[in-house]
Structure formats: structure tokens, C-alpha cells
């Protein structure tokens, strides 16, 4: 058997996928760098990043439980990861007692967006 693609296996406490978390830390970069479907529906290039979690400490280097869900089924890695055995297919949905995920990548990033505008800078952002 494969190894399995390092990853969280539920959304983090501050997980920008999750509907329920207002202003969660989001590192711009990485959308920009193309691990997302963008605003015109173009999804990543092949070989494009993968989306980390974003708890430090928590399970460092694993792909972002939330961002698998929402946008990994349109990233060429991750089928390909899929088709190779080394995630399963259900891991492509939510798991049991998940919180709320947003729709898209996009969705997200203009809530997150909005709620980072709105609140006063931290170390944290």
C-alpha cells in the first residue's frame, strides 16, 4: 500500500474554510499562489501548491483539511493523489459532526477578506 498525503483530518479551530470562524487567519499568498479556484473559475496549474493548515503546531505540513474538501477536488495533485491510491476519495467530503465549510475558495476569501478589513491588525495576520 502507498504511503497517504500528510493532512489534518477535520478543519483546525481557525481554519479560513469554515463558515463559523469570522476573520481567520488567511495568508494571501498562498491564494494568490494558485492552490484555489480563482474568480474566473480557472483552476490550479499542474503541479500548484497544496494549501497547508494553518494552526502552528498542529499537525505542521499537512494539507488543510477544509481547503480538501472545498478545492481539492479541483487540484490536479489531488486527483492525482486520488487515482494513485494515496488519499481516498472520501476525503474529498466532510467528515462527521464537520462545522459549516464555504462553497468555494472565492467565497471564502471575500468573507475572510472582509472580516481581516474590518478588525484591527494582529501579529497573528
Do not use: K
Amino acid at each position: 500500500m502507498p504511503p497517504q498525503l500528510p493532512r489534518t483530518t477535520r478543519p483546525c479551530p481557525r481554519c479560513p474554510f469554515r463558515r463559523d470562524v469570522a476573520g481567520a487567519y488567511l495568508n494571501l499568498r498562498e491564494y494568490a499562489d494558485g492552490t484555489c479556484v480563482d474568480e474566473r473559475g480557472m483552476g490550479p496549474a499542474v503541479g500548484a501548491p497544496l494549501f497547508a493548515c494553518h494552526m502552528a503546531g498542529v499537525d505542521p505540513g499537512r494539507v488543510c483539511a477544509g481547503w480538501l474538501v472545498v478545492e481539492g477536488p479541483n487540484h490536479p495533485t489531488i486527483r492525482l493523489a486520488v487515482i494513485v491510491g494515496v488519499l481516498a476519495v472520501e476525503d474529498l467530503q466532510p467528515g462527521e459532526n464537520w462545522p459549516p465549510l464555504y462553497a468555494s475558495a472565492v467565497e471564502m476569501f471575500e468573507v475572510q477578506a472582509c472580516h481581516a478589513r474590518m478588525q484591527p491588525p494582529t501579529p497573528e495576520r
